[in-house]
């Protein structure tokens, strides 16, 4: 699989937006792009995800640069809830090898 | 709807002994996968299984294995359990893969296994 690299960690003040970077330079034209969030003592949760274009939903947006080497969730109004390990990975659109590798993902700190 | 459980919530098992962590997917999803989460690693990849085969598998050693059933309901059994096998240990499903490329993943709450 093609591999994911982000920050350790980012800190954030509350209501204020939060840009998460990961950079995937070796993504493939199949790979798409995913995020999800672990809150503390919970599993990982889905987040988003996209292939090309910019993606929106009720959590967060996922901008996706022209050469998808990186891409950038964006929490518009970050909230205390909002404090998580954050995961970018990659998965081939076939999928049928794909280890769906996490990796340490970033830790967002959210300020009051 | 329920979402995916996992038993037991915690496991205390002594170096040598053998451990048996049970996975219950969403209902309608024929996906399971296993995943390991030990203290400042990350999410490490175990097995994958789909339509109750084994897709995939991390690189991890044979003593790591796993099953699915009619069900898909999914064990994972650890044996000659190590001490560095104390970790959290997720269970994700998500709808078919053959069905829905890139579907989502559901993740349960996990299994805190604890080797002394």
């Known amino acids: 699989d093609a591999k994911t690299t982000q920050p350790n960690s980012m800190e954030s003040n509350e209501e204020e937006p939060v840009h998460l970077p990961c950079n995937h330079s070796?993504?493939?034209?199949?790979?798409?792009i995913h995020w999800y969030r672990q809150l503390p003592s919970q599993g990982p949760e889905y987040v988003i995800h996209g292939l090309t274009s910019n993606v929106n939903n009720r959590m967060a947006s996922l901008a996706i640069a022209e050469d998808r080497k990186s891409s950038t969730l964006i929490l518009h109004r970050a909230t205390l809830r909002d404090a998580a390990v954050y995961y970018c990975i990659l998965r081939d659109e076939a999928g049928a090898n794909s280890k769906l590798t996490f990796g340490k993902g970033i830790t967002l700190s959210v300020r009051p | 709807e329920a979402g995916v459980t996992q038993s037991p919530t915690h496991l205390i098992k002594t170096r040598g002994q053998q451990a048996t962590l049970r996975c219950s997917p969403i209902s309608g999803h024929t996906s399971v996968y296993w995943y390991q989460q030990a203290l400042g690693l990350g999410l490490q990849f175990l097995l994958w299984?789909?339509?109750?085969?084994?897709?995939n598998r991390g690189n991890f050693p044979p003593r790591f294995s796993g099953r699915q059933f009619p069900n898909y309901s999914s064990e994972l059994n650890v044996n000659a359990l190590e001490l560095e096998d104390s970790a959290l240990y997720l269970c994700?499903?998500?709808?078919?893969?053959?069905?829905?490329?890139?579907?989502?993943?559901?993740f349960g709450s996990g299994t805190q296994l604890s080797v002394l």
């Open positions: 070796t993504i493939s034209g199949t790979d798409y």
């Open positions: 299984y789909d339509e109750g085969e084994e897709r």
């Open positions: 994700a499903s998500s709808l078919a893969f053959r069905q829905h490329l890139n579907e989502k993943l559901f």
